[in-house]
């Protein structure tokens, strides 16, 4: 069963290159401050620090009820902060719908804001999340909204990464090699080195599960024409 545990680190993030001068100071902080407690927090220490990152992203989105961007950043913020949790937290899950009852608000608004990182972020939630009666996880609309995500930003770390990730919940490991070499030599984040730094973490180890597996395929291939 796939659990809501496995969505720690990943959201991603919404993985768009933003230029801090093209979004409010308000959603700069949100943005910075997730990259320091995903990627350099831990246990009680990150959970509490999610917490107060929820509470302050609340407080932006009230105070920008137009910016597309704020409600995305409360979203993955969220989503985030559901990963951080215990699988048998049932909090996990209302803080996994609510961020999706962001992204989906988010569309409404503007569907390409942060290269179309809503995409990306409802794409990761129904591929992570468990399916009926448990959760909302579905694979197929898993893939047709990160390839929507894609068809906006084909170039950007953070859907070339996710869609990488969910091919190889998928196991085709071919494929998600390719899209995994496309988010290494994605155009580097000036503004986000914390959030690239982590991301290029997260490349590199699916790079070696994914050729572990490709050469243990082949091998067996091998065996058997013997």
Known sequence: MKILSILSGILILVSSTIILAEVSADVAQLQTRWA??????????????????????????????????????????????????????????????????????????????????????????YYKVPGWPIGFGDDDKAKAFLQKALAIDSVGIENNYFYADYLIDQRKFAEAENYLLKA???????????????????????????????????????????
């Open 36 to 125: 320091e407690v995903n990627y350099l927090l831990k246990d009680k220490e990150q959970k509490l620090a999610f917490e107060q990152l929820v509470a302050q992203a609340e407080n932006i989105v009230l105070a920008n009820t137009d910016s597309t961007e704020a409600l995305i950043w409360r979203g993955v913020i969220k989503a985030s902060f559901a990963g951080a949790k215990s699988a048998i937290d049932f909090s996990a899950m209302s803080l996994a719908k609510s961020a999706k009852a962001d992204f989906e608000k988010a569309l409404t608004m503007d569907e390409k804001a942060l290269q179309g990182s809503s995409y990306t972020n409802l794409g990761v939630l």
């Open 184 to 226: 290494q030599n994605a155009p580097q984040r000036i503004d986000r080195p914390a959030s690239d730094k982590g991301r290029q973490q997260e490349i590199a180890g699916a790079l070696d599960s994914v050729r572990y597996q490709l050469k243990a395929k082949n091998n067996a291939s091998i065996t058997d024409r013997r």
